[in-house]
């Protein structure tokens, strides 16, 4: 978010003086299951709360109308990467029907937005999250609590499990010491003179709460600062209580959803069943992450249930050099249909994005090419930083890369049981238990294609030799109008036939 520093201006970051942000502790499993993550992994950006099953507060800055509309959020987030928060009730991948922008944000005044979902989240838990709709709290001096998965240091990276950290309520009078005019009555400062202690980026949105046993009230929502956790800088959020009446008609009045805010007698229309949570099915297709700023990734084609096997997880987890936009990825499987991409370079390009771990739900008895393009040609290292890519099948890393130039391919095979296997043993498929080599006449001639060439980026003519001796028998090049890997082309080279 914007940082009003008194010095340079609004927008203005001081990162002379980095410093430890936060300075809070990594919080327990279902201390804050109201937490909301504005996007899934590491794309996601900002946080929020759920102030009903269905709705959940941001800040306008966080611009969820450009990011997070129609797309995923994750709610109850406390791994970044992971839902599985047992033994507290799991997170869940939930998607944004709407998103309302307080209609007066400007800049840093107004900082609220309110998101609602295509399904509730309903919390399994004793603590609950209330909107604090009275004007006189916080009190000078209360102690608060702000969360969030934002980064730990200024300009670090982003934390992987939520922190918290307490901070003191401080008067207006006393914030505008600080920053002037710019703390108008609907904000709330909180923080201590000496710093030390702070929200910062990727913390936007997210809640600032009084807790008093399991009811947290939500008086706060992360907005801006000078800086993080600098002296006489304190946090400045956007003042929960000030805007309860258009929180009201927009969740009560336009929505019309559940809320506690609302009173019992508001919904005209039935509440949401309040039985188990609803859970993201199991067969769904691959949840591409949050869309970046930039167009959204080619919609996956949905894997058909016709699964006789079942299904399994690939994992493809990526920690980025420093260039994530140069990275894209496809998989296909052994009939070479698409079954999962990012096909454009550019997806990955958050600044605070590090890290993302991308699920492919897959048929078990089957192939699967995962190639990973860098369109850089360098891979994921080691020039521009220290990235790689993992390949993970239920639990364990199947295959690790990094120095690959442009592209990497590496061939998943799942047994039935959706274990890795290097190949799968098709012999049977004609249900005949012969061994099958004997039908077929071998003699035949095992030579490379003498007109396979690639030309690359300089200009300069590779042939099979040059990719047998790179070991880039796996890269996949057009040639003669068909994309296929080199060791087709190159099978005597490659040692394939
Ligand atoms: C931010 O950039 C940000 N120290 C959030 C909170 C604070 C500063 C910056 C408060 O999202």
Request: charged share 25%.
């Given at each position: 978010?914007?940082?009003?520093?008194?010095?340079?201006?609004?927008?203005?970051?001081?990162?002379?003086?980095?410093?430890?942000?936060?300075?809070?502790?990594?919080?327990?499993?279902?201390?804050?299951?109201?937490?909301?993550?504005?996007?899934?992994?590491?794309?996601?950006?900002?946080?929020?709360?759920l102030i009903a099953p269905?709705?959940?507060?941001?800040?306008?800055?966080?611009?969820?109308?450009?990011?997070?509309?129609?797309?995923?959020?994750?709610?109850?987030?406390?791994?970044?990467?992971?839902?599985?928060?047992?033994?507290?009730?799991?997170?869940?991948?939930?998607?944004?029907?709407?998103?309302?922008?307080?209609?007066?944000?400007?800049?840093?005044?107004?900082?609220?937005?309110?998101?609602?979902?295509?399904?509730?989240?309903?919390?399994?838990?004793?603590?609950?999250?209330?909107?604090?709709?009275?004007?006189?709290?916080?009190?000078?001096?209360?102690?608060?609590?702000?969360?969030?998965?934002?980064?730990?240091?200024?300009?670090?990276?982003?934390?992987?499990?939520?922190?918290?950290?307490?901070?003191?309520?401080?008067?207006?009078?006393?914030?505008?010491?600080?920053?002037?005019?710019?703390?108008?009555?609907?904000?709330?400062?909180?923080?201590?003179?000496?710093?030390?202690?702070?929200?910062?980026?990727?913390?936007?949105?997210?809640?600032?709460?009084?807790?008093?046993?399991?009811?947290?009230?939500?008086?706060?929502?992360?907005?801006?600062?000078?800086?993080?956790?600098?002296?006489?800088?304190?946090?400045?959020?956007?003042?929960?209580?000030?805007?309860?009446?258009?929180?009201?008609?927009?969740?009560?009045?336009d929505w019309n959803v559940e809320a506690s805010l609302c009173g019992p007698s508001t919904p005209t229309t039935p509440p949401p069943p309040v039985a188990a949570p609803v859970t993201a099915p199991v067969t769904a297709p691959v949840q591409a992450p949050q869309a970046a700023p930039q167009?959204?990734?080619?919609?996956?084609?949905?894997?058909?249930?016709?699964?006789?096997?079942?299904?399994?997880d690939i994992k493809l987890f990526f920690k980025f050099d420093d260039y994530p936009d140069d990275i894209s990825w496809t998989v296909t499987d052994a009939q070479n249909v698409l079954v999962a991409e990012i096909d454009e370079p550019g997806y990955y390009d958050d600044i605070l994005l590090t890290k993302v771990t991308e699920t492919i739900t897959v048929c078990n008895n089957n192939c699967y090419d995962v190639t990973i393009n860098d369109i850089y040609g360098n891979g994921l290292c080691c020039e521009e930083g220290n990235g790689r890519y993992d390949i993970r099948v239920q639990g364990t890393t199947i295959f690790t890369g990094k120095r690959f130039g442009e592209q990497a391919v590496e061939r998943v095979c799942l047994d039935k049981n959706g274990v890795f296997v290097t190949s799968l043993d098709n012999d049977s498929e004609d249900g005949d238990d012969d061994d099958d080599d004997e039908d077929y006449d071998y003699e035949y001639e095992c030579e490379d294609d003498a007109t396979f060439k690639w030309v690359n980026k300089k200009g300069k003519t590779k042939n099979c030799k040059w990719f047998a001796k790179k070991n880039k028998c796996n890269a996949k090049r057009k040639h003669n109008g068909k994309k296929q890997r080199v060791f087709n082309f190159c099978p005597f080279s490659c040692n394939t036939c």
């Amino acid at each position: 978010m914007l940082k009003y520093n008194p010095v340079k201006g609004i927008g203005a970051l001081d990162d002379t003086n980095i410093q430890k942000i936060i300075n809070g502790q990594q919080s327990a499993k279902g201390e804050f299951p109201y937490y909301v993550l504005l996007g899934v992994g590491g794309n996601a950006g900002c946080g929020g709360s759920l102030i009903a099953p269905q709705v959940v507060l941001t800040a306008a800055h966080c611009e969820p109308a450009t990011y997070n509309l129609g797309e995923l959020v994750t709610v109850g987030a406390y791994d970044r990467y992971s839902l599985n928060n047992s033994p507290a009730q799991n997170a869940e991948k939930i998607r944004v029907s709407k998103v309302r922008e307080h209609p007066q944000y400007s800049d840093v005044d107004y900082d609220f937005a309110l998101l609602l979902l295509d399904t509730p989240y309903i919390m399994d838990s004793e603590k609950y999250l209330v909107v604090n709709d009275n004007a006189q709290y916080p009190a000078a001096g209360a102690n608060l609590d702000v969360l969030g998965l934002g980064v730990t240091k200024v300009d670090g990276n982003v934390a992987q499990k939520l922190r918290d950290v307490a901070v003191p309520a401080i008067t207006n009078a006393e914030c505008r010491k600080s920053y002037g005019n710019q703390v108008k009555n609907n904000m709330l400062c909180a923080g201590f003179d000496a710093g030390g202690k702070d929200s910062c980026q990727g913390d936007s949105g997210g809640p600032l709460v009084q807790i008093e046993g399991n009811k947290h009230t939500q008086v706060g929502v992360v907005s801006w600062g000078a800086g993080c956790a600098e002296a006489n800088s304190p946090g400045v959020y956007a003042r929960v209580s000030s805007e309860i009446e258009w929180m009201k008609q927009t969740i009560c009045d336009d929505w019309n959803v559940e809320a506690s805010l609302c009173g019992p007698s508001t919904p005209t229309t039935p509440p949401p069943p309040v039985a188990a949570p609803v859970t993201a099915p199991v067969t769904a297709p691959v949840q591409a992450p949050q869309a970046a700023p930039q167009s959204p990734p080619t919609p996956t084609p949905p894997i058909s249930n016709e699964c006789s096997a079942g299904q399994s997880d690939i994992k493809l987890f990526f920690k980025f050099d420093d260039y994530p936009d140069d990275i894209s990825w496809t998989v296909t499987d052994a009939q070479n249909v698409l079954v999962a991409e990012i096909d454009e370079p550019g997806y990955y390009d958050d600044i605070l994005l590090t890290k993302v771990t991308e699920t492919i739900t897959v048929c078990n008895n089957n192939c699967y090419d995962v190639t990973i393009n860098d369109i850089y040609g360098n891979g994921l290292c080691c020039e521009e930083g220290n990235g790689r890519y993992d390949i993970r099948v239920q639990g364990t890393t199947i295959f690790t890369g990094k120095r690959f130039g442009e592209q990497a391919v590496e061939r998943v095979c799942l047994d039935k049981n959706g274990v890795f296997v290097t190949s799968l043993d098709n012999d049977s498929e004609d249900g005949d238990d012969d061994d099958d080599d004997e039908d077929y006449d071998y003699e035949y001639e095992c030579e490379d294609d003498a007109t396979f060439k690639w030309v690359n980026k300089k200009g300069k003519t590779k042939n099979c030799k040059w990719f047998a001796k790179k070991n880039k028998c796996n890269a996949k090049r057009k040639h003669n109008g068909k994309k296929q890997r080199v060791f087709n082309f190159c099978p005597f080279s490659c040692n394939t036939c």
